[in-house]
């Protein structure tokens, strides 16, 4: 009876993830919109950081408990869902084409961003002792988080054929959407990990585990619905930004913040995620030159779809 009630309480926390972060970024869009942001900066920054929200409340709600190890999970997990399941259903819906600026820039920052924590997590550059991203870290972190900042509002004049969709509201109606969102975002985060957590005792696997499936996937439902419902509206430059943006603001910004509040504990088990991870990165950068010119074609889609189930299968058998 406990398990069934820490189960309906995880969907509840990650139903209220969901329509939280779709509050906030209704709400912010519509601000944005009001003070004359362009499409393609609220796009790269609020779209893709109201979809990693999720991601950003449990691994503060986990930094604050002392489980970092389900929040270093959500991170790794939610990039690799992010690039092999969601973009791979959005790209076997419709073909992605997209921008220069994406293949040469964004999804490079991305790669980068999965190469600095593999580098961080092992120490290999930077000496915060064994098995810890520490303060420092994220830190740098934060650095790089800042150059993307500075990157996106240095193409804010670039042109995209695709367009945000922003409702236009009143001002009380934005701040009522701003308030719900985020009074959203808390209470489900702070029931999300608690369950999972409860859940993973229940059940005998680690929080790891838990944090790279259960929990990855329920944080990446924003940006799957969002990735999925741009291609079946032929917006590719929507569905593959919001995935790009949102992998960059996950390592840069979600794991910065985490470690700032609490270092966050690294296990050499957990490298074969992060290999994973980066392994996704560079596919995704690999597709831009294979079958058709800076696109994601259907069978790419495919291939990424079962790498992706491959790695599930492994990570129970294992």
């Known amino acids: 009876m406990t398990m069934l009630i820490s189960i309906f309480l995880l969907l509840a926390g990650f139903l209220l993830l969901i329509k939280g972060a779709d509050f906030l970024v209704e709400g912010s869009s519509s601000l944005a919109s009001k003070l004359n942001i362009s499409q393609i900066v609220i796009g790269l920054t609020i ?21 970092n190890d389900v929040g270093f999970g959500n991170v790794v997990g939610s990039n690799i869902i992010n690039i092999f ?20 820039k964004e999804i490079p920052f991305a790669l980068l961003g999965a190469l600095v924590l593999l580098v ?16 420092s870290d994220g830190i740098i972190l934060l650095f790089f988080f800042a150059i993307f900042i500075v990157y996106v509002f240095g193409i804010a004049d670039v042109k995209s054929e695709d367009t945000v969709e922003v409702k236009q509201f009143s001002s009380s109606k934005i701040f009522l959407f701003i308030i ?18 409860s859940i993973a005792a229940d059940l005998g696997v680690s929080n790891r585990i838990i944090g790279l499936t259960i929990v990855a ?13 741009a291609a079946m509206k032929g917006k590719a430059d929507i569905a593959v930004g919001n995935v790009v943006g949102s992998n960059i603001f996950n390592v840069f910004f979600v794991l910065a913040i985490t470690a700032i509040i609490s270092p966050v504990p690294f296990k050499p088990a957990m490298n074969v995620d992060l290999i994973v991870m980066s392994i996704a990165s560079f596919l995704l950068f690999l597709t831009m030159f294979t079958g058709g010119k800076r696109k994601i074609d259907r069978w790419e889609a495919v291939v990424f779809l079962i790498i992706y189930l491959c790695y599930m299968v492994w990570l129970v058998v294992v």
């Not at 779209?47 to 408990?65: K, M, Q, R």
């Not at 997590?121 to 991203?133: R, V």
């Not at 969102?181 to 957590?197: C, E, H, K, S, T």
Request: net charge negative.
């Open 47 to 67: 779209v893709a950081f109201g979809t990693s929200t999720p991601e950003l409340i449990v691994n503060v709600f986990s930094a604050i408990e002392g489980t």
């Open 85 to 104: 399941l969601i973009l791979g259903i959005a790209a076997l819906i419709s073909p992605l084409q997209t921008q220069k600026n994406t293949v040469w």
């Open 120 to 135: 961080m997590c092992n120490d290999i550059l930077f000496n915060a002792g064994p098995g810890i991203i520490s303060t």
């Open 180 to 197: 719900l969102g985020l009074a959203g975002l808390v209470i489900g985060g702070n029931l999300v990990v608690d369950n999972a957590v």
């Open 217 to 229: 996937l329920g944080t990446s439902l924003p940006e799957l619905f969002t990735s999925a419902n």
